[in-house]
């Protein structure tokens, strides 16, 4: 079985080094991890070849309405989903949202969780501003890149 840890560094590299797909194979292990519209897919098969995964065609539609929202909404800036998941505007049902609109977030502020392969992510502002608008439902699936919430910034 693959390290979580291993995996998540992974996608932190290809989000780094814009890298739309990774295909790691030793004796025992192959992983394939695509980004950009598609699942993260882990696979852990013998050495022999295996056939790439096919993409999701349900899944490249999903991402594509929220895009239009921000373009209308001057000044404002997106924080986008570093990963395909499930998006968690609260820790849990019994706490209140992370962030509301009107609320003043700062670079460190979580904003949401999101679910990725039974871990939940703690997503950071990574910038100051109000919150403008929630652009997800809780417990809607997200993908890659897709605008979670617009912030004013200060």
Do not use: H, W
């Not at 992974?10 to 989000?15: A, D, F, H, S, T």
């Not at 904003?111 to 871990?119: G, P, Q, R």
């Amino acid at each position: 079985m693959i390290d979580i840890r291993k995996l998540k560094e992974l996608v932190r590299l290809m989000v780094a080094n814009d890298l739309s797909e990774l295909d790691l194979r030793d004796e025992q292990q192959q992983v394939t991890v695509k980004r950009g519209g598609q699942p993260v897919v882990q696979q852990l098969a013998p050495a022999a070849p295996v056939a790439p995964a096919a993409p999701v065609a349900a899944a490249a539609p999903a991402a594509p309405p929220a895009a239009p929202e921000p373009a209308a909404d001057d000044g404002l800036v997106p924080i986008e989903s570093p990963m395909v998941g499930t998006f968690y505007a609260k820790p849990n049902p019994d706490k209140p949202n992370f962030v509301s609109v009107g609320d003043s977030i700062g670079p460190d502020s979580v904003v949401c969780l999101i679910e990725a392969m039974k871990i939940f992510n703690e997503i950071k502002a990574e910038r100051s501003g109000t919150v403008a608008k929630v652009l997800v439902e809780n417990g809607d699936a997200v993908e890659f890149g897709q605008p979670l919430l617009l912030i004013k910034p200060e």
